[in-house]
């Protein structure tokens, strides 16, 4: 049913090494490539994990001012850190969702920024569907990682639910926090984060859909859903495992791969609690080097898969290999 993966001619640009990063060493470019829309934005990228096929969406990519959103840090020194990467500010940040064929059930990790962030950024998430050959109808399951709009705001168009027969799993946590306006002033959060999640929620809260769970449970077969919070007070990793194979859908524990991996002490500031956020980073950081795990992440470029290998105190990321073949049942 799910058409296998476009040749990713971009698989392995915007890789963030981490190492050592000096002026001296790392002139500016003299440019940064321009960008081009991909096959009318759609784009996908499927691989297995034991006998589950997950699809990689893209929901396109964004443009991000690190010197105006990351904290705890130099302009200078991101300048430093981008230079190294092959990257100048603004940078552009993909937004990555994930298909997973389990059995009877479509399920959806996120589901992109939807039509909350205006024309031309984001909202390209159903026309990846659509190339991966599924309709929105069939899908079964949403699995949110946080209640931010880049996750969640491709749930709702034009205020109708865009996933009709799905059940929307999301930290409880997130749920009690969003969508009680009174938290904006108390945690100094900006509003209309909670007027978003209203906004987009509200029809899956009226037709009973939302599954809000407040500890680690398995959500669907070999899917289990664990609390991590700080980005935000839900946020939440989904793991996967079939046949002895694992995959980690980690939600937002980096937006700024290639300032972030060499230093994760730095925050952004959509954290809701930067200290738990910073803290929940290193500690995965850590976890998933030692053991070798594979991730998928949301604002990695695209198709955000891949590997974290420590380096000294930094980490740098190596995207998984690419494939695009037919593989026959004997392999």
């Not at 705001?153 to 034009?158: C, F, H, P, S, Y």
């Not at 009174?182 to 906004?199: G, L, R, T, V, W």
């Not at 809000?212 to 398995?218: H, I, P, Q, R, S």
Request: proline share 7%.
């Amino acid at each position: 049913m799910i058409i296998r993966s476009l040749i990713l001619s971009t698989l392995l640009l915007g890789l963030a090494t981490a190492g050592p990063v000096s002026a001296a060493t790392t002139p500016p470019l003299n440019h940064s490539p321009g960008i081009v829309q991909q096959d009318e934005g759609a784009d996908t990228y499927a691989f297995t994990i034991g006998d589950v096929q997950v699809t990689a969406l893209s929901d396109g990519t964004v443009p991000q001012d690190l010197h105006k959103i990351l904290h705890g840090i130099t302009d200078e020194k991101i300048d430093e850190h981008l230079a190294y990467g092959y990257q100048t500010n603004p940078v552009e940040l993909s937004v990555n969702a994930f298909l997973l064929e389990i059995g009877d059930k479509l399920a959806l990790v996120d589901t992109g920024a939807g039509q909350l962030f205006g024309p031309g950024l984001g909202d390209q998430l159903l026309k990846s569907l659509q190339a991966a050959g599924v309709k929105p109808e069939q899908i079964t399951d949403v699995l949110l990682t946080h209640v931010h709009s880049d996750h969640m705001g491709g749930l709702t168009r034009d205020g109708q639910m865009v996933f009709p027969n799905a059940t929307v799993h999301v930290g409880k946590p997130d749920v009690d926090f969003f969508l009680d306006p009174q938290n904006a002033e108390q945690a100094n959060y900006d509003q209309h984060y909670f007027d978003q999640a209203e906004k987009i929620l509200e029809p899956y809260v009226k037709a009973g859909k939302i599954d809000a769970f407040d500890k680690t449970t398995e959500v669907l077969p070999g899917l289990t859903a664990s609390l991590h919070p700080g980005h935000t007070p839900g946020s939440a990793f989904f793991t996967l495992e079939s046949e002895g194979q694992t995959l980690t859908f980690v939600g937002d524990i980096v937006h700024a791969a290639a300032v972030q991996l060499p230093d994760p002490s730095v925050t952004i500031a959509y954290d809701v609690n930067p200290e738990e956020a910073r803290n929940v980073r290193s500690e995965a950081f850590a976890e998933f080097a030692e053991q070798r795990d594979l991730v998928a992440v949301p604002h990695m470029p695209f198709p955000g898969v891949g590997h974290l290998r420590k380096k000294g105190e930094s980490y740098e990321w190596v995207p998984i290999n690419y494939g695009n073949r037919e593989v026959t049942t004997t392999e």
